[in-house]
């Protein structure tokens, strides 16, 4: 730690706060300093808690049969999960700090990291609240801002920051990296197993070799690491130190696969809501295909029984096909799917999800034409099944999902996960907008 502060990258985490239960408090005013959860997929398990649910003692992960007493008689109110809202807000969140550094990289739908070398000239304290203050104000997010020299600083400052009121959901520790001791000071405050990228497994060895803290980790010797911990580990152990081994990744990955899969409100046992599930999610998924102007040359369909169920007869089996052509058209990737279903759903099961995945994903308009399709008229029937698939797309994103359906899809859909609690759709359906009295 002998370079100066000053010669060092600025990275700087913003981290949406509890950010499910902060997306239900924007629309819900009424719930604020007031304890609120969101549950899993069929109102399973406790996925997110607001600040005062957790100081009632309510676990992350706890199902919530066990806890649905104890958050009636202290008010907590209780969500189920809404991505299609959660997904919106992060795009607007995300949209706002991409106008605070033209150097970005959204690394989870709460969370994104920021270069901020070019603001040095600036207070980046003050430049932090003032980022956090527009967040705030244009889409009603609280978000806490770490700052440090590398990723993984940046990760605990923000850990910090939200620990300590006096930081106002801001902590840079670059201002401490000319101070030595300040600095082994605040990582002796954050557990070994609690730094990015130690992880479970990690932190049970670290443990074993009297490896408790942040400081500690840091202080190992590079042979140490490297050999339990792999080059992986030697580079957070780096990065600890204030040698930046991870720069931002403006540009998302490719996507390598699609899947669309949610366990059953109830089990099913016919193969006709199954073949409705299939479809539904086939629908969903060949959605997100065109919307990222890809094409799959690979469909995958899986069926599962509930493994936890152990007197029930269990089943549980995944197929795939490769396709003549790569597609994105629906009609074709619904018939695959029932193709597949027919080869794997068996009489005499209760199951519990379905599932279906495209995979083999490549971008849509950077290959080139065959000859044989020019020659027998395909490319210009393909040109009329792109027109009908924007049609249909641009019809359900005015008017809302679901408008314009899929037969095979099912209109009851009585199989259904379960979302007894869930939200309206207030920023992605026109009929379930807001409604100022």
Same mark, same amino acid.
Request: aromatic residues 10%; glycine residues 8%; positive net charge.
């Given at each position: 730690?002998?370079?100066?502060?000053?010669?060092?990258?600025?990275?700087?985490?913003?981290?949406?706060?509890?950010?499910?239960?902060?997306?239900?408090?924007?629309?819900?005013?009424?719930?604020?300093?007031?304890?609120?959860?969101?549950?899993?997929?069929? @109102?399973?398990?406790?996925?997110?808690?607001?600040?005062?649910?957790?100081?009632?003692?309510?676990?992350?992960?706890?199902?919530?049969?066990?806890?649905?007493?104890?958050?009636?008689?202290?008010?907590?109110?209780?969500?189920?999960?809404?991505?299609?809202?959660?997904?919106?807000?992060?795009?607007?969140?995300?949209?706002?700090?991409?106008?605070?550094?033209? @150097?970005?990289?959204?690394?989870?739908?709460?969370?994104?990291?920021?270069?901020?070398?070019?603001? =040095?000239?600036?207070?980046?304290?003050?430049?932090?609240? @003032?980022?956090?203050?527009?967040?705030?104000?244009?889409?009603?997010?609280?978000?806490?801002?770490?700052?440090?020299?590398?990723?993984?600083?940046?990760?605990?400052?923000?850990?910090?920051?939200?620990?300590?009121?006096?930081?106002?959901?801001?902590?840079?520790?670059?201002?401490?990296?000319?101070?030595?001791?300040?600095?082994?000071?605040?990582?002796?405050?954050?557990?070994?197993?609690?730094?990015?990228?130690?992880?479970?497994?990690?932190?049970?060895?670290?443990?074993?070799?009297?490896?408790?803290?942040?400081?500690?980790? =840091?202080?190992?010797?590079?042979?140490?690491?490297?050999?339990?911990?792999?080059?992986?580990?030697?580079?957070?152990?780096?990065?600890?130190?204030?040698?930046?081994?991870?720069?931002?990744?403006?540009?998302?990955?490719?996507?390598?696969?699609?899947?669309?899969?949610?366990?059953?409100?109830?089990?099913?046992?016919?193969?006709?809501?199954?073949?409705?599930?299939?479809?539904?999610?086939?629908?969903?998924?060949?959605?997100?295909?065109?919307?990222?102007?890809?094409?799959?040359?690979?469909?995958?369909?899986?069926? =599962?029984?509930?493994?936890?169920?152990?007197?029930?007869?269990?089943?549980?089996?995944?197929?795939?096909?490769?396709?003549?052509?790569?597609?994105?058209?629906?009609?074709?990737?619904?018939?695959?799917?029932?193709?597949?279903? &027919?080869?794997?759903?068996?009489?005499?099961?209760?199951?519990?999800?379905?599932?279906?995945?495209?995979?083999?994903?490549?971008?849509?308009?950077?290959?080139?034409?065959?000859?044989?399709?020019?020659?027998?008229?395909?490319? &210009?029937?393909?040109?009329?099944?792109?027109?009908?698939?924007?049609?249909?797309?641009?019809?359900?994103?005015?008017?809302?999902?679901?408008?314009?359906?899929?037969?095979?899809?099912?209109?009851?859909?009585?199989?259904?996960?379960?979302?007894?609690?869930?939200?309206?759709?207030?920023?992605?359906?026109?009929?379930?907008?807001?409604?100022?009295?």
């Amino acid at each position: 730690m002998t370079v100066a502060a000053s010669s060092l990258p600025v990275y700087a985490l913003v981290d949406c706060n509890n950010f499910y239960c902060s997306c239900e408090r924007v629309f819900r005013p009424d719930l604020v300093n007031r304890p609120v959860v969101v549950l899993s997929n069929n @109102d399973g398990c406790v996925i997110a808690r607001s600040n005062e649910a957790k100081t009632l003692g309510i676990p992350m992960g706890a199902p919530y049969y066990k806890h649905k007493q104890m958050m009636e008689r202290t008010g907590t109110t209780v969500f189920s999960s809404n991505y299609a809202l959660y997904g919106d807000m992060s795009s607007r969140v995300m949209q706002v700090l991409g106008s605070f550094s033209p @150097d970005m990289e959204v690394y989870s739908i709460d969370e994104a990291f920021l270069r901020l070398d070019g603001f =040095r000239s600036r207070d980046l304290a003050r430049y932090a609240q @003032d980022l956090r203050g527009q967040v705030a104000q244009w889409t009603g997010i609280p978000v806490s801002v770490g700052m440090g020299p590398t990723r993984t600083l940046a990760k605990i400052a923000g850990r910090v920051g939200k620990k300590i009121p006096a930081c106002e959901g801001v902590f840079d520790i670059s201002r401490y990296w000319d101070t030595p001791a300040a600095v082994d000071r605040i990582l002796d405050t954050v557990a070994a197993g609690d730094v990015w990228g130690v992880g479970r497994r990690y932190a049970d060895m670290l443990a074993g070799h009297r490896v408790h803290t942040a400081r500690q980790l =840091r202080d190992m010797p590079d042979y140490w690491v490297r050999k339990h911990m792999t080059v992986t580990g030697l580079h957070t152990v780096l990065e600890l130190r204030g040698i930046s081994c991870m720069d931002l990744d403006a540009a998302p990955a490719p996507r390598r696969s699609i899947v669309s899969s949610r366990s059953f409100g109830r089990p099913v046992e016919t193969y006709a809501e199954a073949h409705e599930a299939v479809a539904d999610y086939m629908t969903r998924a060949a959605e997100k295909l065109r919307r990222e102007s890809l094409v799959a040359h690979t469909v995958g369909v899986v069926v =599962r029984t509930n493994s936890f169920k152990k007197e029930e007869a269990q089943y549980s089996s995944f197929q795939t096909r490769n396709l003549a052509r790569p597609t994105d058209y629906t009609p074709f990737l619904l018939q695959e799917g029932k193709a597949l279903l &027919d080869a794997l759903f068996k009489e005499g099961y209760r199951y519990k999800k379905v599932g279906v995945m495209l995979s083999g994903l490549e971008p849509k308009y950077g290959g080139q034409y065959n000859l044989l399709d020019c020659m027998t008229g395909e490319t &210009d029937r393909d040109k009329a099944r792109d027109t009908l698939m924007r049609a249909t797309d641009a019809i359900n994103a005015r008017f809302g999902r679901g408008t314009v359906e899929f037969a095979a899809g099912g209109v009851k859909k009585e199989w259904q996960m379960r979302q007894e609690f869930r939200s309206p759709h207030y920023t992605t359906d026109w009929k379930e907008l807001a409604v100022v009295r």
